[in-house]
């Protein structure tokens, strides 16, 4: 499902390291802290706000952590421009062709399913559409692809493709409905996780054609450009 990657493409030990313990304090503990410390401040930001200090904070570790792979995946731009809008473009097409496929497949199976994590952003962005601009765009793609492609991605597959892709991809999934658990049916759950399976697919192989982390930053940003402004 991809080509062997070069080395200048991957994390080094360190970065998986660190990497991989941020994004335990990210998931577990960071969200909590954030909600505590917003409760202690005598004008308690909002839910907006809120939203973009953590997007902030996971981008200013991503840049901190995995700065030698971010450089190094600026010279493979460099090197090779050309193949590297390839991989975005060929990868835009393929989201927007697969995520026809899975929306007639939810269609069928939940009719009048909308998706949760869609409406809140939709709604935060009410008075705060500059703010959530920036952090769905400009900070969220280079943090998300750092953690789910540069990390785990890349480290399942150095061992195995299929893993790599697998464990990736229901990662990336999962992390974007698990707020949802009891809010949504079973059969919801299902269906808000293969909203995302598209992306998860596309991004990885996006990483893997142009052999620079940028590929998939750039992709996912042009993904969450395109339906910022169509919830708008």
């Known amino acids: 499902?991809?080509?062997?990657?070069s080395v200048s493409s991957c994390p080094n030990s360190g970065e998986t390291a660190a990497g991989?313990?941020?994004?335990?304090?990210?998931?577990?503990?960071?969200?909590g802290l954030l909600t505590w410390g917003?409760?202690?401040l005598s004008q308690p930001m909002s839910n907006a706000q809120l939203n973009f200090v953590f997007y902030l904070i996971n981008f200013l570790a991503v840049v901190l952590i995995f700065h030698n792979l971010l450089g190094r995946g600026?010279?493979?731009?460099?090197?090779?421009?050309?193949?590297?809008?390839?991989?975005?473009?060929l990868g835009l097409v393929a989201y927007?062709?697969?995520?026809?496929?899975?929306?007639?497949?939810?269609?069928?199976?939940?009719?009048?399913?909308s998706n949760y994590n869609d409406q809140s952003i939709l709604d935060m962005s009410q008075?705060?559409?500059?703010?959530?601009?920036?952090?769905?765009?400009?900070?969220?793609?280079p943090a998300?692809?750092?953690?789910?492609?540069?990390?785990?991605?890349?480290?399942f597959y150095a061992k195995s493709p299929w893993a790599g892709y697998v464990v990736s991809i229901l990662a990336f999934s999962l992390i974007h409905i698990l707020g949802f658990v009891g809010i949504y049916t079973p059969l919801e759950l299902l269906m808000a996780l293969l909203q995302y399976l598209p992306a998860g697919v596309c991004l990885a192989w996006c990483y893997t054609k142009a052999d620079t982390i940028f590929a998939p930053?750039?992709?996912h940003a042009a993904i969450n450009f395109i339906s910022f402004q169509a919830l708008r």
């Open 74 to 89: 600026l010279e493979q731009v460099w090197r090779h421009p050309a193949y590297f809008c390839q991989a975005v473009i």
């Open 1 to 5: 499902m991809g080509k062997r990657y």
């Open 20 to 31: 991989f313990a941020y994004l335990a304090f990210q998931l577990l503990l960071l969200p």
């Open 217 to 219: 930053i750039l992709l």
């Open 144 to 155: 998300e692809e750092c953690f789910y492609r540069g990390l785990i991605f890349r480290n």
């Open 96 to 113: 927007y062709a697969c995520l026809q496929v899975t929306g007639w497949i939810i269609s069928q199976l939940a009719p009048g399913f």
């Open 127 to 141: 008075g705060n559409a500059f703010l959530m601009g920036i952090g769905t765009v400009v900070l969220v793609p």
């Open 38 to 40: 917003n409760g202690k």
